[in-house]
């Protein structure tokens, strides 16, 4: 409305800077090859597609050293909790991409990381067979999470020392600043693959032009 142009103009330069974004991230993972990441950080968004009856998770991999972004990937989960069985009846059977997701991300960024990596995450049930199918040689450190905070969203924790800060803190930055991650909003994602255009988008902003001005 203020710039007096059509939504379907906006959407067209959505999709155009993803795809713009996503081959300038992958020219930053192929120049970390020359200086592989050894410490890395993981973890799991939760949001949702058009209604909190239908998840989506964000598998997020940072670089714990200097908070670069390397990876994120969006996927359908389930409903849980309470919302499960509401979900199923309205919506029928929901099929988790999670680990097809988290594989990709994990393929991805395989040949930026250090083979003796420290990777760093919680315990969920799943990341451990994940981490030694790509990388066998790694030290893999879990922690039990931790209640969040009402700053940050949730996602920062109620604590003096927080081991997975980096990550948590990076989750915080993208509920922040995304418009459709912020927990109360108006602003839902209606496609999961528009999320990933939007992420794509921010990874590309936050490694090159916010980290580099935070560090000035």
């Given at each position: 409305?203020?710039l ?117 995450s ?27 905070a ?12 927080d ?26 994602t ?27």
């Amino acid at each position: 409305m203020i710039l007096d142009i059509n939504k379907n103009t906006v959407l067209s330069r959505v999709i155009y800077l993803a795809k713009k974004a996503r081959v300038e991230n992958r020219d930053f993972l192929k120049q970390l090859k020359n200086t592989p990441v050894t410490q890395m950080q993981f973890d799991d968004l939760i949001s949702s597609e058009h209604t909190k009856m239908k998840p989506l998770s964000i598998t997020i991999a940072v670089n714990s050293k200097n908070r670069e972004i390397l990876g994120l990937r969006v996927s359908k989960i389930p409903a849980f909790g309470l919302l499960a069985k509401k979900s199923r009846k309205k919506y029928g059977y929901r099929k988790s991409t999670h680990i097809q997701e988290a594989d990709i991300l994990f393929k991805s960024i395989k040949e930026a990381i250090s083979d003796n990596v420290l990777i760093e995450s919680d315990q969920h049930k799943r990341y451990p067979e994940l981490v030694k199918k790509y990388f066998p040689a790694a030290q893999h450190k879990r922690y039990k999470g931790k209640r969040g905070a009402v700053v940050g969203q949730g996602e920062l924790k109620k604590t003096t020392y927080d081991p997975l800060f980096v990550i948590n803190h990076t989750c915080a930055m993208l509920r922040a600043n995304i418009n459709r991650l912020i927990r109360k909003t108006w602003c839902t994602t209606k496609k999961a693959e528009m999320l990933q255009n939007h992420l794509d988008i921010f990874m590309l902003f936050y490694n090159k032009i916010y980290l580099p001005q935070v560090a000035k």
